[in-house]
């Protein structure tokens, strides 16, 4: 079953809630949760408590995070992957459009994005999971 809810990291603009909410998804924003300017950690928790994937274009940070607890969950000191992370290359520019589309065609396609962190490059439309390196 694919995904209808999301979180947006308080660095992604609030025009991308509106434009997914239009799409049919419900977006959520960190203020509602109480967990606004508390660490990524913080907020990856509560999307994943909540069943929530969390869309942020702190992608440097979240990466570091993603191969944490997939580590952690490996090891078994976490019970569950988390629900997911989507970020977006930074570098270059995005089109609210074209972002929007691109996550509604990522969410809809796939069918869980437990324990993966996708990444999309607007120069080329496509999307990139990260991967974990271990060892």
């Known amino acids: 079953m694919a995904t209808d809810e999301v979180c947006l990291d308080e660095d992604v603009p ?3 809630g509106e434009l ?4 049919g ?8 949760i109480g967990t606004r300017s508390q660490s990524d950690a913080v ?5 994943t408590v909540r069943g929530w994937v969390l869309i942020t274009r702190n992608r440097r940070d979240f ?18 992957p988390h629900t997911g992370v989507i970020t977006v290359y930074e570098t270059e520019p ?5 972002w929007a ?8 396609r796939t069918p869980t994005l437990q324990g993966r962190m996708y990444m999309w490059r607007p120069s080329t439309g496509e999307w ?8």
Request: charged residues 20%.
């Open 101 to 108: 589309i691109a996550i509604h065609d990522l969410l809809r």
């Open 63 to 80: 990466q570091r995070l993603h191969a944490l607890w997939t580590t952690l969950h490996i090891w078994g000191v976490l019970e569950r």
């Open 25 to 32: 998804f419900t977006a959520h924003l960190l203020d509602e």
């Open 94 to 98: 995005v089109s609210a459009a074209a």
């Open 14 to 16: 609030r025009w991308l």
């Open 20 to 23: 997914l909410t239009a799409q």
């Open 43 to 47: 907020q990856l928790r509560e999307c």
């Open 128 to 135: 990139e999971i990260q991967t974990v390196a271990l060892g």
